[in-house]
């Protein structure tokens, strides 16, 4: 009998889109252009977050935002009507965006030029979205005060993909079993070098330090050769 051949298609298309990804970050660079990809479970607050993140920064620096979504363009009109250039993305159906389907969106969303950082808001869900490079300069999620402080025990790739990490609606933290020490501990033990940053998107608490690191993040990005 003839030998069978065994590919390991996971590996493979893992790597196929580590290629793409690492391509697009350089696209960008070459165009002047730094991506955020930020990612949560679904009602964690991430177009809450942006909002708030909207109103501080686009003064400063031209955002636009791309909302990936199942279906529906609730959070792209919300986006828009913040002021800032935005996209609704439709996955079919897919839990996550790699970099083929983030350049799509960025072909459009840059089309017109004149954004110097580009916000994709990825689809809710803390497993698919960590395991797939969308070609982002830095990686955020967000980790609200009602999911527990044990989330990064449970989805340890989302926490050690992540540059930083928003724990949001510390205003509620008094009604839940929440600890934020130990929270910010298991992060740690995640990823050492993340940066946490306590928040309420709500009153605003918080979301300026937020601010002022992804503008520093942008800065540096620009200021490399």
Not at 49 to 54: E, Q
């Amino acid at each position: 009998m003839d030998a069978v051949r065994i590919i390991e298609v996971k590996q493979s298309v893992f790597a196929d889109n580590d290629r793409r990804a690492a391509q697009l970050r350089q696209d960008l660079k070459e165009r002047g252009v730094f991506l955020l990809n930020l990612m949560s479970s679904p009602g964690a607050g991430k177009t809450t977050t942006l909002k708030r993140t909207v109103e501080l920064l686009k003064d400063k620096i031209k955002i636009g935002v791309m909302e990936a979504d199942i279906d529906s363009d609730v959070d792209a009109r919300t986006m828009a009507a913040a002021g800032v250039r935005s996209i609704q993305l439709h996955t079919g159906g897919m839990c996550h965006l790699d970099a083929d389907m983030t350049r799509q969106g960025l072909d459009e969303l840059l089309a017109e030029g004149g954004v110097e950082l580009a916000i994709l808001e990825n689809v809710g869900n803390l497993v698919c979205p960590a395991e797939f490079d969308t070609g982002a300069v830095k990686n955020a999620a967000i980790l609200s005060v009602p999911e527990g402080d044990d989330k990064p025990l449970k989805y340890p790739l989302m926490f050690q993909v992540c540059d930083v990490v928003l724990i949001n609606k510390i205003d509620v933290a008094p009604y839940f079993d929440f600890d934020l020490e130990r929270c910010t501990e298991y992060i740690r033990m995640r990823n050492p070098d993340a940066k946490v940053i306590p928040i309420c998107a709500k009153t605003g608490e918080g979301v300026e330090e937020w601010a002022n690191w992804l503008r520093g993040q942008v800065q540096a990005w620009h200021s490399l050769p």
